[in-house]
């Protein structure tokens, strides 16, 4: 078992930035694959991001491409989601997840493990 804490979350407005972090643990001497999802009232749960166990593969959405970077610090068994220019559109509550395997998933059925989640409200 792992448990997944995300922070880093808040109000800001269009064109800033926020940096999401999500802290692992428990059963973390295992690689994980961890991916950055949204969920918007009224929508379906969607990927954003995705990284593999070693960073060394990345996913990212279309409309995330160029403003969002995920990336992972092993040792302080952490994942960022730095979020830049942000927009209106952005505004949804991100989950941290992770699933113990070495390679990308990008589909939320995919993963085995979720935090809480933390609101993200991006004001025009």
């Known amino acids: 078992q792992v448990q997944l804490v995300e922070s880093g979350g808040g109000l800001v407005q269009a064109g800033g930035s926020l940096r999401l972090s999500c802290t692992a643990s428990?059963?973390?001497?295992?690689?994980?694959?961890m991916g950055w999802f949204r969920q918007a009232p009224g929508k379906e749960r969607e990927c954003v991001a995705a990284i593999n166990w070693n960073g060394g593969s990345t996913y990212y959405a279309d409309s995330v491409k160029g403003r969002f970077t995920i990336s992972k610090d092993s040792a302080k068994k952490i994942v960022y989601l730095q979020m830049n220019s942000l927009k209106p559109e952005d505004t949804a509550v991100y989950y941290c997840?992770?699933?113990?395997?070495?390679?990308?998933?990008?589909?939320?059925?995919?993963?085995?493990?979720w935090g809480q989640g933390t609101q993200v409200t991006v004001s025009s």
């Open positions: 428990g059963r973390t001497n295992i690689n994980y694959a």
């Open positions: 997840s992770a699933r113990a395997s070495p390679r990308l998933w990008v589909g939320s059925a995919d993963y085995d493990y």
